[in-house]
């Protein structure tokens, strides 16, 4: 259902500049005018860039933003749209420039003009993330055509853009899983989709629920045994690292980064049942397993020199005559009884028993929970940024500071012992909620108390982030693929050898 588009790198050419049809993008640094390629198309158009750049319009536009020039006089392109673009432009405001040109794409494709922009490779990466679609519609789309991007020194540009093809990919995997029905992304197809990345190296396994009972997995066995899907737990494992000798000379795996996810296909609310306005959108509760995938696909395409395990736990929840409780009491794999005050809490009982069984079985350096966990985490942040939650401040800044730099928004939120008494239960261990205040927190201090006290772990609620109302900057309206970017750039930075 992606539908990608081809870029193409190469040297400047006047003669292409003149016959092009269709849509020519030129980036301008404000501070410097046209540059050599942008005055020889100048030239071209009569002036009309030069009198386009003189105008109060160009004068407003922000790093990211266009003027654009219909049917300019001497050229054969449809219309010219100029890009305000700094030299000394972030990574954030590269990427925006080229889902500018995005938003225009069509069957003809574009040229760019970017001739010595040192963020060329960020421009197209950019443009990449929002020239996607995703929908069953029956009348066919034209699709993108090809993009041309002129740059002095092509080969240098495609070394640099190269790395950023694995990760587009990984994006692109998460958004569609986001974006599929829950009739035809249901457990069975979900774990299909990930058993099929064998094919690029990664080591599958598929935990069916004889072996998930076996194992104590009843806190996640419980969310989906109202529905004729049968519940999963996925393991993904990318290997990237040699074994290291401990000090008696066994060789021994390195310790992997855990990444967790809550993978409800579809979310009812069980017994205690959502309203039905809006209840179409709980396709996407799925949202933090559909993230896990999308890194450990780009992990595997890239060749990551690093350790990584990829966990999701895929259920359904439904409300058929089986199904969970209000009232329930379910034992986790930890061995903590849980009181089921509400079955629409259900991720925190799927992933309570996915963390636990990462860290028995995987002692892992660190790890990651990701979810569409709460409503209450988009209260407090909206849909600008995930929360994070954490056990471990020096592991969560390097989680911030990862999404800070590919542009993800993402909130530090408090998690302190003042919020344990919310989910103190009179009858079990623990309860599932906590009631209306603190929400988001509340469920963060039920995922910690599955965390081992040795284990670096942060939590991100995703709920707001993974499928906003609206557009963003790098995705049509839809599943963004937050999260992907984030955690990639986390394993280059923290968990992939440093070069020499």
């Known amino acids: 259902m992606t539908h ?20 020519i993008a030129l980036l301008v640094d404000p501070g410097a005018g046209l540059g050599a390629a942008g005055r020889r198309l100048d030239k071209l158009a009569r002036g009309a860039l030069s009198r386009a750049l003189a105008s109060e319009a160009w004068g407003k536009a922000k790093p990211g933003e266009a ?19 700094p030299r000394r432009a972030g990574v954030e405001e590269a990427r925006k420039a080229g889902a500018t040109v995005a938003k225009g794409l069509g069957p003809q494709g ?11 490779a960020e421009v197209a990466f950019g443009l990449a993330l929002r020239a996607y679609r995703f929908d069953y519609h029956t009348a066919e789309k034209p699709g993108f055509g090809p993009v041309e991007m002129m740059v002095a020194k092509p080969e240098e ?17 998460t958004r569609d899983l986001v974006n599929e029905p ?4 249901t457990t069975d197809d979900f774990a299909a989709r990930l058993a099929a990345m064998q094919e690029l190296g990664l080591e599958v396994e598929i935990l069916e629920e004889a072996e998930l009972e076996r194992l104590g997995m009843r806190a996640l066995l419980g969310v989906g045994q109202g529905s004729v899907s049968p519940s999963k737990v996925v393991v993904m ?31 009812t609310g069980g017994i205690s049942i959502k309203p039905a306005a809006g209840m179409e959108e709980m396709t996407m509760d799925m949202g933090g397993a559909a993230v896990v995938a999308g890194v450990m696909r780009t992990l595997a395409l890239r060749k990551a020199r690093a350790n990584v ?6 259920v359904e929840n439904m409300p058929d005559g089986a199904a969970q409780r209000p009232g329930d009491i379910v034992k986790s794999m930890k061995g903590d009884t849980i009181e089921v005050i509400n079955t629409d809490a259900e991720g925190r009982l799927v992933l309570a028993d996915v963390l636990w069984y990462a860290q028995e079985r995987f002692a892992p350096a660190a790890m990651i929970d990701l979810a569409t966990l709460t409503g209450a985490i988009i209260v407090a942040l909206g849909h600008e940024h995930a929360g994070v939650f954490t056990n471990d401040d020096g592991f969560a ?8 730099a590919e542009g993800e928004g993402a909130w530090p939120m408090p998690l302190t012992p003042a919020y344990d008494p919310l989910i103190k239960s009179r009858l079990a261990d623990i309860k599932n909620t906590g009631g209306r205040w603190g929400g988001s927190i509340t469920a963060a201090a039920f995922l910690k108390r599955f965390v081992k006290d040795e284990t670096p772990w942060c939590h991100i609620d995703i709920a707001g982030v993974a499928l906003p109302p609206g557009e963003t900057t790098l995705a049509p309206k839809g599943a963004t693929g937050w999260g992907v970017m984030t955690l990639d750039r986390l394993v280059r930075e923290r968990f992939e050898p440093k070069e020499g």
Do not use: M
């Open 4 to 23: 990608p588009v081809a870029i193409q790198f190469r040297e400047t050419d006047p003669a292409a500049l003149a016959a092009r049809e269709g849509a």
């Open 67 to 85: 003027l654009e020039i219909g049917y300019p006089a001497g050229l054969a392109a449809e219309r010219v749209t100029l890009i305000a673009l």
């Open 110 to 120: 574009a040229l760019i003009v970017a001739e010595g922009h040192p963020r060329a």
């Open 157 to 173: 540009v495609a070394r640099r853009a190269a790395p950023h093809a694995a990760l587009a990919e990984g994006v692109f995997f």
């Open 182 to 185: 829950a009739n035809i992304l």
């Open 237 to 267: 494992q990318w290997k990237g690292l040699p074994d290291e000798e401990d000090s008696c000379g066994v060789a021994r795996p390195v310790a992997p980064l855990a990444l967790v996810g809550k993978g409800v296909c579809f979310d």
């Open 309 to 314: 395990v990829g966990l999701v736990g895929l």
């Open 397 to 404: 800044h390097e989680v911030l500071k990862a999404a800070k």
